[in-house]
């Protein structure tokens, strides 16, 4: 667990983490977090290996759809198509 503040905070332990080779496979992050450095996670994401994977989850507050949204674009990124949030 690291606790952070604000989201300068936050990008920058996330990175630290994420630069660990070989000691971290999953870091977790409250969406409403992820939301305020949606941008910067994006290009950490593509500059790291496929480990550790950052996955977003509700925080204390409830969700705000973050995590959704990122699912259903890497399955329409995928598979060509929204099969998991079609109607």
Known sequence: VSPVEDETQALKETTRLAREEDQYAIIFMTDDLAEKIDKQLEDLK??????????????????????TLKMRKMVEKALGADILFSR
């Open 46 to 67: 593509k500059s790291i290996p496929l480990l550790p994977v950052i996955v977003i989850i509700p925080s204390h507050k409830g969700s705000l759809g973050l995590a």
